[in-house]
């Protein structure tokens, strides 16, 4: 990695050419240009993440802010600085679980994709919309535990990797594996009871 630059230049320097790992280490060492940069950088990742956790809610500009807040506090303690947008991630996901928990109220998750819509799946007869099976897989997300339902998301709705899901929730490989598959098999399970919901559901659970 190269070098950060010297602190008589760095006021200079642009902050969007350091690498993840570099913004880590100068955002640790209390540069806030630094923090900006990753602000930039990854803010409509987060926002995105909290959003598909709460769909739309007047909270989500709070809570993205209090994601990035709690980056600045912990920045010196991150193990992998190159993981940084897992890292975000994993703490909009929590985030957003600690807001719901605290709402003592029944779970909104998730806006499933980015958009907002469905992946295309091959046509077949179905009493369901599109909009009725997100309605519905929204349902069956809000019964899985919250270790399985963040694993699960991050995995697929973020398409992270399981070490990256790992990174990013601060548990093992093992664990996070574990979880990812607890997760799956649990939407699955649920999914099998409205058959309108496989066919959108199969392609994104292939793997492992």
């Not at 980056?71 to 890292?87: C, D, K, Q, V």
Request: charged share 30%.
């Amino acid at each position: 990695m190269r070098a950060l630059p010297r602190s008589d230049t760095v006021v200079a320097f642009p902050r969007s050419r350091l690498t993840d790992a570099e913004l880590v280490h100068a955002v640790a060492g209390g540069d806030h240009d630094a923090l900006s940069a990753v602000w930039t950088r990854y803010v409509a990742d987060v926002r995105t993440m909290i959003q598909s956790c709460l769909g739309p809610d007047s909270a989500i500009d709070d809570l993205v802010q209090e994601a990035f807040v709690g980056f600045y506090r912990n920045a010196a303690r991150l193990e992998n600085p190159r993981a940084l947008r897992s890292y975000l991630l994993g703490i909009a996901a929590r985030v957003s679980a600690f807001e719901l928990r605290t709402r003592k109220r029944r779970f909104r998750w998730l806006r499933f994709t980015r958009t907002g819509t469905l992946p295309d799946a091959p046509a077949k007869d179905s009493p369901l919309d599109p909009r009725d099976s997100l309605r519905a897989l929204r349902q069956i997300l809000a019964r899985v535990p919250e270790l399985p339902r963040m694993a699960f998301m991050l995995r697929y709705a973020e398409d992270l990797s399981p070490q990256e899901v790992a990174l990013a929730l601060g548990i093992s490989d093992a664990k996070a594996r574990r979880a990812i598959t607890r997760g799956r098999e649990r939407v699955l399970a649920l999914a099998r009871q409205e058959p309108a919901l496989l066919p959108y559901l199969e392609p994104w659970l292939e793997d492992a």
